[in-house]
């Protein structure tokens, strides 16, 4: 099996690779990465001299390229990760969000229809994508698989129309693919603009954390390994054209949240308890925030048999551990460092 792994240098990208390199030794992983500021090779050091994985700088949204690297590499699958993934970004630059997630996933569409001409016998095109494209919940229901879409960023907008795009060339084309809805995911070498590595960093800086609103979001959170393991077990074993959410039972207030990582922080650090509570700044609302995010993965489970392994308080306890024992990783991706470092050695060849 030769498979394209497109976003492997972002965070959960980057936790497929090592668990598909592990899990199938036979397999050869290609990495397919832009590098933009979330993406980083540092996060596959451990992998990237293993005989079967290489990477390939390169950009989705570029078709060009995208028909060229398909037509030398004869690839069985494509599992696609690539995008814009911050809400923030996506609301002060929404263009940059249609460029990579639809245009880009048209892009590998097309690239993969065209290389693989109709013979779609074990060739599988696995989009990943978000159960933002939902909308948001009232206090209670979940999303399920058909729930109908009502994304509400231009984040959100921007993956439910690449659905749309994956849905199509199944329905026009037959092209074998195959749609994961997650939850938030959490765990070591999330880019630290999200909320639980940012805030991870600023307590340990004793910046101010800013809550959006009143803190009263709910989102539903996943470590990263379970997403990883999910979307091997769907690459393998789901059902062609079918869509499949995973989560992880396992809803939280932000300010909850927040809370519980602030004591969980002071307890590590050595801090006084309530130094890091001290911190928590409420600040102006995100706009069109969704109120709350919450999954019924029961599909997975009873088809595929998969659940979450780790309750929130092992994973989060472990995602701490993590950020504080490498809080070089913290510092470069915070200075932009690493980026000058990439952009460098690419134009120099
Ligand atoms: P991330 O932002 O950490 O990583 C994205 C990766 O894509 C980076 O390595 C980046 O360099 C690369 N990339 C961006 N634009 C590119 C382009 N034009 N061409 C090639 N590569 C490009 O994102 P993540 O959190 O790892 O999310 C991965 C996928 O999972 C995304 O599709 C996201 O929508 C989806 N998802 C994320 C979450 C979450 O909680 N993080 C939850 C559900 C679904
Ligand atoms: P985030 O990690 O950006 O994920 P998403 O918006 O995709 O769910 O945010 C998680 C929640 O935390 C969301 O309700 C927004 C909130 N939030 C804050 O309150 N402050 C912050 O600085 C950030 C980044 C997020």
């Known amino acids: 099996m030769n498979i394209l792994i497109t976003g492997g240098a972002g965070f959960i990208g980057s936790h497929l690779i090592r668990h598909l390199l592990e899990a199938h030794p036979a397999y050869t992983i290609t990495n397919l990465d832009k590098l933009t500021y979330a993406g980083n090779l540092a996060n596959l050091r451990d992998v990237e001299s293993s005989p079967n994985y290489r990477f390939v700088r390169g950009d989705i949204a570029d078709g060009a390229f995208l028909m060229e690297l398909f037509k030398e590499q ?50 599988r095109f ?22 109908a879409y009502d994304p509400h960023s231009p984040y959100s907008a921007s993956k439910a129309s690449s659905d749309h795009f994956v849905r199509a060339f199944h329905d026009t084309y037959g092209l074998p693919v195959v749609i994961s809805n997650c939850s938030n995911n959490y765990g070591p070498c999330q880019f630290p603009e999200k909320l639980i590595p940012l805030f991870i960093n600023n307590i340990r800086l ?51 949240l927040i809370k519980l990582l602030c004591r969980i922080m002071d307890r590590k650090l050595g801090r ?36 979450p392994s780790v309750t929130f308080e092992q994973g989060l306890e472990e995602t701490v551990d993590w950020y504080l024992g490498n809080q070089a990783w913290l510092d470069e991706v915070t200075s932009g460092a690493y980026q000058h470092y990439y952009e460098k050695m690419y134009t120099d060849r």
């Open 126 to 147: 696995y989009h990943v994508s978000t159960d933002e494209v939902y909308g948001t919940l009232g206090s209670d229901g979940l999303f399920t698989e058909s729930t």
């Open 272 to 307: 006084e308890a309530g130094t890091s509570q001290s911190l928590i700044s409420y600040v102006t609302d995100r706009a069109g925030h969704d109120l709350r995010y919450a999954i019924d993965a029961s599909r997975l489970q009873r088809e595929l048999g998969w659940t």
């Open 74 to 123: 004869r690839f069985d699958g494509v599992i696609h990760l690539a995008a814009e993934s911050h809400v923030d970004r996506s609301i002060a630059n929404p263009t940059e969000f249609v460029v990579t997630n639809v245009l880009g996933t048209v892009n590998l569409l097309v690239a993969a229809r065209a290389a693989w001409e109709g013979q779609y016998d074990g060739k």
């Open 206 to 256: 004793m910046k101010p954390l800013p809550v959006y609103g009143k803190g009263e979001n709910i989102r539903d959170w996943l470590w990263v390994l379970d997403h990883a393991k999910a979307i091997d077990l769907i690459y393998h074993r789901g059902t062609s054209g079918q869509t499949y959410n995973i989560g992880g039972h396992n809803e939280w207030t932000n300010i909850d």
